[in-house]
């Protein structure tokens, strides 16, 4: 199965501050299609996860444009321009290229 | 608006079987994936199943295989996750999730207790 490491697993940002999580993958995640189906969730406590990015850096309308995706290959991260008080919460990535899917060990974001 | 909307999730004894329920509006539910996704307490998420549109092809992680069985009924916008021999470690919250790939929108879950 296809491994994914995200870094740091907790993150401690000052409002209006940026804030940047990385995913690594066991195993490249270029598709048999040439896709690379990266994707980024985010889950507050009690809540499903929500989508953010998906397919490396496409970004979800339904979220805030301070969230972006970045990376190829096996190496990814997510971005977020300027941490407000509503994206504390758990932060995973998870690919869709390879059988079976999987998902990073999530990273925990809390607002200093 | 999308929506999906699961049920089935109980309290069940080790050994024991359970069927999972999602029904999905607002979109044509035929014309997509579905996936099942649980999370135990405290815990990450896990993937669990997948199948496609027609129903023709289904997909599992090796903690459900040979065990759990997705399928579902286009006619009744529903999606299914059978779940045989049911073991402690099994308890979660299941999420039905549209699409296989890079799901996008995701039930609020239905909680599968196996205990004795």
């Known amino acids: 199965d296809v491994v994914l490491t995200q870094s740091p697993l907790s993150l401690t940002v000052t409002l209006g501050q940026p804030a940047s999580i990385s995913c690594r993958s066991s195993q490249s995640l270029v598709s048999s299609g040439g896709n690379t189906y990266l994707n980024w969730f985010h889950q507050r406590p009690g809540q499903p996860p929500r989508r953010l990015i998906y397919?490396?850096?496409n970004w979800d309308s339904r979220v805030p444009d301070r969230f972006s995706g970045s990376g190829s290959d096996t190496d990814f991260t997510l971005k977020i321009s300027r941490v407000e008080a509503e994206d504390v919460g758990v932060y995973y990535c998870m690919q869709g290229s390879h059988w079976p899917r999987t998902f990073g060990q999530g990273t925990k974001v809390e607002i200093k | 608006e999308v929506q999906l909307l699961e049920s089935g999730g109980d309290l069940v004894q080790p050994g024991g079987s359970l069927r999972l329920s999602c029904v999905g509006s607002g979109f044509t539910f035929s014309n997509y994936d579905m996936s099942w996704v649980r999370q135990a307490a405290g815990e990450g998420l896990e993937w669990v199943s997948g199948?496609?549109?027609?129903?023709?092809?289904?997909y599992y992680a090796d903690s459900g295989e040979g065990r759990f069985t997705v399928s579902r009924d286009n006619s009744r916008n529903t999606l299914y996750l059978q779940m045989n021999s049911l073991r402690a470690e099994d308890t979660a919250v299941y999420y039905c999730?549209?699409?296989?790939?890079?799901?996008?929108?995701w039930g609020q879950g239905t909680l599968v207790t196996v205990s004795s």
């Open positions: 397919t490396v850096s």
């Open positions: 999730t549209r699409g296989m790939t890079t799901p996008d929108y």
């Open positions: 199948i496609t549109g027609s129903g023709g092809t289904s």
